[in-house]
């Protein structure tokens, strides 16, 4: 996994600077069955990230851009009469990665057609179930500055997503690179240069291997100690759910095979805390007023929870 992950890097990194952590995000969330959630300003390459990796894998990709007068029956598609017979047309959901721009920008209505898709790999269209391709990765895109005509996701679509990933602006090194690189008018012209290095058997293939990696009692306790700790600090509201373990200990395992090890350590876990639990974290009140964040929130649970030494 740690060769796929690399290969897939240097592909996407053609396209995009500073990629690798959203990368290796997408790769853990493909590889554990999950979702990912891109969040950031307009303009920092949520998008483009998620387009290049598509092309450099050689899997079904379709976008969809989300927006008020969306319909469930837009995502998951619709019947229709076809020869004097009712004939499912499938929507764009029906994929292998489908980038969802502007997720917040949709009513609830909609946004919930895409939460049976995500939790059981399938959608129901009058009364049939259809089963969507395997593997199936939502990568869904918001925007967390512009606010109005916006619907915020609910904490129970919040929880679906295996990983909520903050993209922010790029150092001025890489800023530099970006607005002298080569373009096809207002297009990166690398864009055609991404090759596909990876294939629908291969992320299958590393799942298994994600499920292999060997997880000590005392990291597994670790991990409990954890997501613990977020429902017992005074600025929150509502911690993390057990369900946010069981996500918690599977991005550390994937994690672990990008690091190139079949064994999880407390790193592992440090580094998927925050993608894993920030977003499923509702800080009090009064603790907002003051100032503070889902991460910081987060940071002070990891703090509070000593490391287990025989697993270091």
């Not at 593997?135 to 129970?156: I, M, R």
């Not at 005074?234 to 095979?257: D, E, I, M």
């Not at 977003?279 to 287990?308: K, T, Y």
Request: glycine residues 8%; hydrophobic residues 50%; proline residues 8%.
């Amino acid at each position: 996994m740690n060769e796929l992950v690399t290969a897939l890097r240097t592909e996407v990194g053609r396209v995009v600077r500073d990629a690798d952590a959203t990368v290796d995000a997408l790769v853990a969330a493909a590889t554990l069955g999950g979702h990912v959630l891109l969040e950031g300003p307009p303009g920092v390459a949520k998008t483009l990230t998620a387009t290049a990796l598509g092309r450099a894998l050689r899997v079904d990709v379709h976008r969809i851009q989300l927006t008020p007068d969306m319909l469930p029956s837009d995502i998951t598609g619709s019947v229709a009469l076809r020869g004097g017979e009712l004939v499912f047309r499938p929507g764009p959901v029906f994929c292998q990665l489908l980038i969802a721009d502007e997720i917040n920008r949709t009513p609830p209505k909609t946004q919930s057609a895409l939460l049976e898709a995500m939790q059981e790999g399938a959608v129901s269209v009058d009364g049939q179930r259809h089963p969507l391709p395997e593997p199936f990765l939502l990568v869904a895109t918001q925007n967390p500055v512009e606010h109005e005509g916006t619907y915020p996701l609910p904490e129970a679509q919040l929880d679906r997503f295996l990983l909520k990933v903050r993209v922010g602006y790029p150092d001025e090194a890489a800023e530099r690179e970006l607005v002298t690189a080569p373009r096809d008018g207002l297009r990166p012209a690398a864009l055609e240069d991404v090759a596909p290095v990876a294939d629908a058997a291969a992320l299958l293939a590393a799942r298994a291997t994600v499920a292999e990696t060997y997880v000590h009692a005392d990291v597994a306790a670790y991990v409990v100690g954890i997501v613990r700790a977020t429902r017992a600090l005074p600025s929150v509201a509502l911690g993390a759910s057990p369900r946010a373990g069981v996500h918690l200990l599977a991005a550390a395992q994937a994690y672990a095979r990008i690091g190139g090890r079949d064994f999880v350590t407390p790193d592992d876990v440090r580094a998927a805390a925050e993608p894993v639990l920030a977003h499923r974290i509702v800080l009090a009140p009064e603790a907002e007023l003051e100032g503070m964040r889902d991460v910081d929130a987060v940071a002070a649970a990891v703090g509070s929870v000593p490391v287990p030494a025989s697993a270091a």
